[in-house]
């Protein structure tokens, strides 16, 4: 689309379905209100816990209700605000539900000190006696585990407390770089013009006019480099963050903080780092073969998501919808039934682009709400096999929200990419097999490669920058935006080696 439209333009069918969570902005406001209103009597339990199984349960009851409830009006304020960054109303929502989200965690700050007081043998003791807390058990062996980083319940609350002040790098760089930022528009081979926005990038740098690749390439990058260091001061601003929440918790290292709540040894990130290292040259040869088959003298970041056929598939989001359902047949009738109902009926997706949308796509719901999916879908390949990862997301939580008890109800961020990526590789395999059109055939692996090359290139090359960012900043040195830049250009440089 060469323009963007306004958010008022966007039929309501392609709209993420809000009016199912709350019926109106007024509806949320009430309930907002209503959980500020009921936070003393979560309060109310501290202190209390070590009276018995009863009193325990109780406690647990009170506050995974109110932390449901929080988590539905942060959803719906976040979401509302990622739709549209411009709207003003949405902001102010968001900034409200953050605030209230960080008084929820405060407010129940206690808890996990309080159950280390008791001690595991009488906790145990408790999970046999009172039935209410016979899903806990694994809860409590694995607080346990963590004892050594549990301070106490005051240090505790201080630190829930910081959770909506320390949301603040992101925030401001959400909002300058979403709703603040005006992309120049891009000029077409012919003289066309097409709108560039957060939403519109990808579909122009997946498309064949090189020199409208370039341009938006060139165009997008500047506007962020006039502002890199504003921007380069809040990314050093949530890494020190990261650091005091590494120190005030005991740990190690901020590496170390970051997996030891999933319980995943250090030595496993830095084998995956020496293994995508190691396999550098595969990517090298890989570039050397997309600059050949598009037949440029040079290979361009620009130019690693060009088409390289001119033929590649246009879909409809209802045909998209209706290739991922055949894909995932292997998954079972309800689960087919189920995605088809969400996308096509229930409105689980923020389908198309708009002025003010944010970057990138996400799933996002709470225990009682869908699963909604926020997307740009640019009616390709790739925005069918975005709509397929994400779904993957969806499905993980509604069958998780379904199957699992609140305390078990947020699957972790450690296997979190498994179900949409393997989403992804069903429907794929399914594509490949139903349509042997050499031109359909070649848009499915540029698909597959953008994929691999996002997983396996572009994110442990950004996990090596986050990790060397990290250590100088536990080491006392400084971070600036020249010396964060040329970090990163070094690790691309590495990377691409002389191909691109």
Not at 202 to 223: C, F, M, V
Not at 410 to 431: C, K, P
Request: hydrophobic share 40%.
């Amino acid at each position: 689309m060469p323009k963007i439209p306004a958010r008022s333009e966007i039929d309501p069918k392609y709209t993420w379905n809000a009016e199912s969570v709350f019926k109106s902005p007024e509806e949320w406001q009430i309930e907002a209100d209503a959980i500020l209103a009921a936070i003393p009597a979560v309060k109310d339990f501290q202190g209390t816990l070590s009276e018995g199984p009863a009193v325990l349960a109780n406690a647990l009851e009170a506050i995974e209700v109110l932390q449901v409830r929080a988590e539905r009006v942060y959803m719906y304020a976040g979401f509302s605000y990622n739709v549209d960054t411009t709207d003003q109303a949405a902001a102010a929502m968001a900034d409200k539900a953050g605030g209230i989200y960080g008084q929820v965690v405060a407010a129940s700050a206690y808890l996990r000190p309080e159950m280390l007081e008791i001690g595991e043998q009488a906790l145990r003791q408790w999970v046999a006696a009172e039935p209410r807390l016979s899903a806990y058990e694994h809860f409590i062996h694995d607080l346990f585990r963590k004892q050594a980083h549990v301070r106490s319940s005051e240090v505790e609350e201080i630190l829930g407390m910081l959770a909506d002040p320390f949301g603040g790098p992101e925030s401001s760089t959400d909002m300058l770089t979403n709703a603040d930022f005006k992309f120049p528009p891009v000029q077409t081979a012919n003289g066309d013009e097409l709108d560039l926005t957060q939403g519109s990038l990808r579909k122009i740098l997946s498309g064949p006019d090189r020199n409208a690749r370039q341009r938006a390439w060139t165009q997008y990058h500047e506007t962020y480099l006039v502002h890199k260091n504003t921007l380069a001061t809040n990314l050093a601003t949530s890494i020190k963050q990261n650091v005091f929440l590494m120190r005030a918790r005991k740990h190690e290292s901020t590496l170390e903080m970051s997996l030891f709540e999933n319980n995943i040894d250090t030595a496993v990130f830095h084998n995956l780092i020496d293994v995508f290292k190691k396999n550098l040259p595969v990517w090298q040869r890989y570039f050397e073969i997309r600059r050949k088959a598009l037949g440029v003298d040079e290979l361009h970041p620009y130019d690693l998501w060009a088409p390289l056929n001119a033929e590649s598939p246009a879909l409809s989001f209802e045909q998209a919808v209706d290739w991922v359902c055949e894909g995932l047949a292997p998954m079972g009738e309800e689960y087919v039934t189920t995605v088809r109902k969400g996308c096509l009926e229930e409105r689980w997706v923020d389908v198309y682009p708009n002025q003010g949308k944010s970057n990138g796509a996400f799933s996002w719901g709470s225990p009682g709400t869908h699963p909604f999916i926020m997307m740009s879908f640019n009616d390709d390949m790739l925005g069918l096999s975005t709509l397929a990862h994400e779904l993957g997301h969806s499905m993980h939580s509604y069958l998780t929200w379904q199957n699992q008890p609140l305390a078990y109800s947020d699957y972790s961020l450690f296997i979190a990419e498994v179900a949409s990526n393997f989403n992804q590789a069903l429907v794929r395999g399914y594509l490949l097999e139903s349509n042997s059109d050499e031109n359909f055939q070649i848009a499915v692996i540029e698909e597959a490669m953008s994929n691999f090359f996002r997983y396996f290139f572009i994110m442990p090359t950004l996990a090596r920058f986050e990790l060397e960012i990290h250590e100088r900043v536990e080491k006392g040195q400084a971070l600036t935006a020249d010396t964060m830049m040329t970090l990163m250009a070094d690790l691309f440089a590495e990377g691409y080696g002389d191909t691109v």
